[in-house]
Nanobody, 114 residues
Framework: QVQLVESGGGLVQAGGSLRLSCAASMRTFSIYTMGWFRQAPGKEREFVARITWNDITNYADSVKGRFTISRSNAKSTVYLEMNSLKPEDTAVYYC????????WGQGTQVTVSS
């Protein structure tokens, strides 16, 4: 059973920073592609960032240059460092683990005030 637990969300002013963490339960964490998605009210869930087992990263155009995804295989944790936050970054952020099958966390709320 794969469990993903996000933390680090909160309320921040525009221009501020937050660091999200996602702790994973699987012992084979290092072979999973890990990612972050977000869902704003009234919108569909969208891709934010992804990091593969060999540390290849991809970002949505809307967050390139502002967000950084990283992972610690020793801690079975993936991080999302978010800088220069904008009100349009407000959403519930979900952690994703993929190895043929997608697993999801419960989400953490990020609210950016203008």
């Amino acid at each position: 059973q794969v469990q993903l637990v996000e933390s680090g969300g909160g309320l921040v002013q525009a221009g501020g920073s937050l660091r999200l963490s996602c702790a994973a339960s699987m012992r084979t964490f290092s072979i999973y592609t890990m990612g972050w998605f977000r869902q704003a009210p009234g919108k569909e869930r969208e891709f934010v960032a992804r990091i593969t087992w060999n540390d290849i990263t991809n970002y949505a155009d809307s967050v390139k240059g502002r967000f950084t995804i990283s992972r610690s295989n020793a801690k079975s944790t993936v991080y999302l460092e978010m800088n220069s936050l904008k009100p349009e970054d407000t959403a519930v952020y979900y952690c994703n683990a993929n190895r043929s099958i997608d697993y999801w966390g419960q989400g953490t709320q990020v609210t950016v005030s203008s």
